[in-house]
């Protein structure tokens, strides 16, 4: 896949993927694809990412069913970030909030803004 | 700073920060930062970096003129990326176009779909 050649993997063979929200903009996660995990978002529609702890691909939502249908895929100057446009079903994060970002800095300290969905 | 505590910097004391515009909500770019970077950008109000082949910190612009006031910060439940809400001066890419993610995937190749702005 051509489209492959283009991106630079780092040393661990992974690529950063932003996910942003198709609808509301909002800029949902951040995670890890390495080369099968693009392969298979590119494949299937899908996010799929990489994860690190677990040392595995994954389809992001196969157990919550929070899935993340691709709408755009960007790579950016570098070749070494890419970005999911998303139809996010359900809340991103594992905490069940919207969005993984939901601290905020305020002063010196960071503040929870957002609640877990029901 | 209690709010470096909160940053899990990577084994190379970085993490990914991601810079989206709050005018236009376009994402503009992923850079990485190490605690000093996050110091001088909360100090001085404007987006700071790391550069990993420069080996050094620096202000985003400071050569181009083309700076980010940070309007907001936001921390990811892992503590592992943060995400820079920015009113960006001038383009946000070094190649001169609105934002670094200006290739987008069609089929198995990256369009370039963005011109530099003069």
Known sequence: MS???SIKFNEAG???AIAQDAETGRVLMMAWMNEEAVRQTVKTGF???YS???KKQWKKGE???HVQGIEEMFLD???DTILLIVNQTGPACHT???S???RQRQDDRWITFDEPQE
Chains 1, 2 share one sequence.
Do not use: K, N, Q
Request: charged share 25%; aromatic share 12%; net charge positive.
């Open 3 to 5: 489209l492959l050649t």
């Open 100 to 102: 993984c970002f939901y």
């Open 63 to 65: 157990s919550s069913g």
């Open 77 to 79: 100057c570098d070749g």
């Open 14 to 16: 992974l690529v950063p």
């Open 52 to 54: 690190r702890s677990r």
């Open 96 to 98: 069940r909030r919207e």
């Open 47 to 49: 996010a799929h990412y």
